[in-house]
């Protein structure tokens, strides 16, 4: 098998203001796999947050395609799936690229894959063999920290558009701002569900005095409202919050969210912090019946980075996969999300095409 990597720049449509930082656009590095005439492909993308710059993940995808030449082919190289001590966003770009290749190979799109991988009973028409629907999920749509005004233009937009689920970025260094923007949008938008994400700026002590007012204004969920680091704090403040809590930075690997299981409400499960889908079914069955429910989460990356968690997208009680929907040009296609619903497809593999190729990858 042969490796190779493109890296390209995806700018943002606008900027995106979060408590942390404000960004306008990020670097993700395409990493294709070729054997026998077909290729797969796969996509990490620059975080600042989890310390990945471009040149690193260049180094490391470089590397991680050597390793591929050990093996005679996909299947195995899927099989073994050696992760040594790359980052998880890496891990997860070349699964990603495997499970692309293998499913084009077999002519299976990728959620065919995973489901027989996790032996999971699919839902069949009476008289029809058992087939596996292809996924999909209304997912939400984030709204950045905005003056209120702007986001209540914007839930109004999306409302039109289609979409059922906000998320509302929180943590601004007046808590007031963010309760008039919740506020703008939910009257903006009454029919959508409302999420919010502080992304860890607020103490114990704000929490219980912010959570019951979202309580009031309709928010469905918070996500990682305390600083990361302290997920036993995270446990105690779900026991006490009269919304469902659901853990982020705190849930980054498996024996995270062991710990956490049954403990808050929901885990943000991102494929490039947990290492890739295999890895991501591995804590779905983890917290399958323990009362903590799965979201399915995304950096901001094109349609290729993010169309192997919409091959999982089912699964999720809570799915924020509108990464590819905040880019100023999305440099691929093939698994929707403008109407506010994200599908993967019976095509086979991941199901996507690079746009300027103008048709479906023969690959």
């Known amino acids: 098998m042969k490796a190779t990597l493109r890296t390209v720049r995806l700018a943002l449509a606008e900027p995106l203001r979060i408590s942390r930082s404000t960004m306008t656009a990020r670097d993700a590095v395409w990493f294709t796999v070729e054997h026998e005439g077909l290729t797969g492909h796969g996509e990490a993308v620059t975080s600042v947050y989890y310390g990945l710059n471009t040149a690193e993940l260049e180094r490391q ?9 050990h093996f005679g082919d996909p299947q195995s ?21 495997l499970l692309d290749l293998c499913g084009k190979r077999s002519g299976l799109p990728v959620h065919r894959l995973l489901d027989a991988k996790s032996a999971r ?31 209540a233009a914007q839930a109004r937009s999306l409302a039109d ?3 059922t689920v906000i998320k509302v970025k929180a943590g601004a260094p007046n808590p007031e701002d963010d309760l008039d923007r919740v506020r703008a949008i939910a009257s903006a938008a009454p029919r959508a569900r409302l999420l919010l994400d502080p992304n860890g700026a607020w103490t114990t002590t704000e929490a219980l005095q912010l959570l019951p007012r979202y309580t009031e204004l309709g928010v469905e969920a918070v996500e990682q409202p305390l600083a990361p680091g302290d997920p036993e704090a995270l ?24 710990r956490l299981a049954g403990r808050v409400h929901g885990v943000n499960v991102k494929l490039a912090k947990c290492g890739g889908p295999y890895e991501a079914l591995r804590i779905a069955e983890l917290i399958e019946g323990s009362g903590t429910e799965l979201m399915l989460g995304c950096l901001t990356a094109s349609t290729l980075g993010l169309a192997p968690a919409v091959h999982l997208a089912d699964r999720a009680r809570w799915a924020d996969l509108d990464g590819h929907l905040l880019l100023a040009d999305d440099p691929w ?8 619903v994200v599908r993967a497809s019976e095509l086979p593999g991941l199901g996507v095409r690079e746009r300027r190729v103008g048709r479906e990858d023969a690959a």
């Open 61 to 69: 995808l470089y590397e991680a395609g050597l390793d591929l030449g």
């Open 161 to 163: 558009s289609g979409f």
């Open 235 to 258: 446990a105690r403040l779900a026991e006490r919050s009269p919304l469902p809590l659901i853990a982020d930075e705190d849930a980054v690997t498996y024996e995270d969210v062991r």
């Open 77 to 97: 190289a899927l099989r073994e799936r050696p992760a040594g001590d790359r980052p998880p966003a890496v891990t997860a770009a070349v699964e990603a690229a």
């Open 333 to 340: 296609t093939g698994i929707g999300g403008a109407d506010g």
């Open 121 to 151: 009973t699919t839902r069949s028409t009476p008289g029809t063999p058992s087939a596996p629907s292809p996924p999909s999920a209304r997912t939400a749509r984030t709204i950045g920290i905005v003056p209120a005004e702007g986001a």
